[in-house]
């Protein structure tokens, strides 16, 4: 296991420094190639495809970079390729979703930063933002639309890019489109771009998956229902990393997620100086809560200590 973390690991960080690089290049040279990310999307198809869970545990575990767009837009693609994964859909409309959700933000790289740290994926900024951050934001999708375009990607990368922020209700936007006339691809990236964006909140605390989980379901009559199970049955509403307070006050951490009972997933209970015991949750022996910010550094002094 330990290895096979490791190699996850570094694969998820050569992924943010390869979205970094991707975003200075065209930064500073106005320059995109689709062959390269479509190389590199190919490699993430394979991760998730033989390691999805080892890479969510990743995700979830992992501390907050320091460049957010790179960040958000890395995270987003991952778990846009999870959703497309659990969908069946073949690889090259994976890799064209990867790539879509990759560069859906092209547009706004001089934005502030808080598009990634406002609740809901910047949606929050259209009512309190600068007129500058309100426009830029509500027009991006056109402009990466049209950037992509230029650069001769194919049409359903650019068109997804486009719908990446259109809702089942109408109330996205550029163009308020509703149900079915929002493409599946448009459809997954609204669900994976809300759902990283709201798990960035409590991307320090040990317990982001579950805060992007309650708040997709908590909206969920603005995303497409098949796209939310996909959502939920991979990720898990106790996603594999989180750490949890079970209902016999132990402590402990998801380990394993039971594809057949998604609300009982396995937990590795803390034991200070000596190995945690992988317990099964059930209507007997429960998670009660995700731990607190405090509990988290407790239990990371804890280890430490080993």
């Not at 497309?84 to 502030?112: D, F, M, W």
Request: aromatic share 10%; net charge neutral.
């Amino acid at each position: 296991m330990y290895n096979k973390e490791k190699k996850t690991e570094d694969f998820y960080s050569s992924f943010l420094e390869y979205t970094e690089s991707l975003f200075a290049e065209f930064t500073d040279q106005r320059k995109l190639d689709f062959q390269s990310i479509q190389k590199m999307v190919i490699l993430l198809c394979g991760f998730v495809r033989k390691d999805r869970d080892c890479l969510i545990y990743v995700m979830e575990t992992a501390r907050r970079y320091e460049n957010l767009h790179v960040f958000h837009s890395a995270r987003a693609a991952i778990v846009a390729v999870i959703i497309g994964t659990y969908l069946k859909l073949p690889r090259h409309q994976l890799v064209e979703l990867g790539a879509a959700c990759l560069l859906c933000n092209i547009s706004v790289l001089n934005l502030s930063g808080r598009i990634y740290t406002s609740t809901g994926g910047g949606l929050n900024l259209l009512k309190s933002g600068t007129d500058r951050e309100k426009k830029l934001l509500y027009v991006h999708p056109i402009h990466a639309y049209k950037t992509l375009k230029s650069f001769n990607f194919p049409l359903s990368v650019c068109e997804a890019v486009l719908q990446h922020h259109e809702l089942e209700d109408g109330s996205g936007f550029p163009r308020q489109l509703k149900g079915e006339d929002i493409g599946l691809y448009g459809k997954i990236l609204a669900v994976a771009g809300f759902y990283e964006a709201f798990s960035m909140e409590n991307i320090d605390s040990g317990r982001c998956g579950h805060n992007g989980i309650v708040q997709i379901l908590k909206n969920g009559g603005i995303f497409d229902v098949s796209v939310i199970r996909a959502l939920v049955s991979t990720i898990s509403l106790y996603p594999v990393g989180m750490y949890v307070l079970l209902s016999d006050g132990e402590r402990g951490q998801v380990t394993d997620i039971d594809r057949d009972a998604l609300r009982f997933p396995f937990v590795e209970i803390f034991k200070k100086k000596s190995p945690g015991k992988v317990v099964k949750t059930s209507e007997e022996l429960s998670i009660i809560r995700p731990l607190t910010d405090e509990e988290v550094k407790e239990i990371e002094r804890m280890n430490n200590e080993k």
